[in-house]
């Protein structure tokens, strides 16, 4: 089944302790992003990348890191995670690089920061 | 992204078609009508989209006006799982790097009732 996947799921932590949030997608997909989403806030991108390699930043980067390593792969760092990051996580993917036609996403990672 | 306008909510009887409208007057020549929807802080999922012909695939049905200012989204037979938000957005493919990202506005609440 063609999917984005995200682990895991649901994350309790605290201050501070480093973080990975996993996110992988079966799809051959070369456009991979990554949003948070805040009641009243709606989506915001913090990340994206057009293919292996090629990350940039999205709208709210600050405290977030991302590699690229492989296609399939895009896994959300938090070096030092804060309170404000708590947050709901979404991976998404498109078939192009550009990240044109449409994106297909994973189920999501609530995260609470304590 | 071009501005898109929808109605706060609507509601329909399970079994009958949901009519969800958007207007997008200021779309310009080249951005597709995309519909997005998200069922309570699931991933958002990809609907369907178009330019100026009508488009119809297993999930949906989408109307878009010969002028191409409105468009209108229809689930033929409304179960109780279609119950969401659902967004209308104005993209073009012309949209890459950080222009890719997606933007939802506040979208419609449909609730479908037994």
């Known amino acids: 089944e063609a999917q984005v996947t995200q682990n895991p799921r649901y994350l309790i932590t605290v201050t501070g302790k480093k973080l990975t949030v996993t996110c992988s997608q079966n799809?051959?997909?070369?456009?991979m992003s990554w949003y948070r989403q805040d009641p009243g806030l709606g989506l915001r991108q913090i990340y994206y990348?057009?293919?292996?390699?090629?990350?940039d930043k999205g709208d709210v980067p600050e405290g977030y890191k991302v590699s690229r390593k492989e296609k399939r792969n895009f896994p959300l760092i938090l070096e030092s995670p804060s309170p404000n990051q708590t947050s709901l996580y979404f991976c998404?993917?498109?078939?192009f690089g550009t990240g044109a036609y449409e994106q297909y996403f994973g189920p999501g990672t609530r995260l609470t920061v304590t | 992204d071009a501005k898109t306008t929808q109605p706060t909510s609507m509601d329909c009887a399970e079994g009958r078609a949901a009519n969800l409208p958007c207007n997008h007057s200021?779309?310009?020549?080249?951005?597709?009508v995309y519909w997005y929807r998200q069922i309570h802080s699931q991933g958002p999922q990809y609907i369907i989209h178009?330019?100026?012909n009508n488009e119809t695939n297993e999930m949906a049905s989408l109307i878009i006006t010969e002028d191409r200012k409105s468009s209108t989204l229809i689930l033929p037979h409304a179960t109780l799982r279609d119950t969401a938000v659902y967004y209308c957005?104005?993209?073009?493919?012309?949209?890459?790097?950080?222009?890719?990202?997606?933007?939802f506005g506040k979208g419609i609440t449909l609730s479908v009732r037994p």
């Open positions: 998404a993917s498109s078939l």
């Open positions: 799809m051959n997909h070369e456009y």
């Open positions: 990348s057009m293919n292996v390699e090629v990350t």
């Open positions: 200021t779309i310009s020549g080249n951005e597709y």
């Open positions: 178009g330019l100026k």
């Open positions: 957005i104005v993209r073009s493919d012309f949209d890459t790097g950080a222009n890719s990202k997606l933007t």
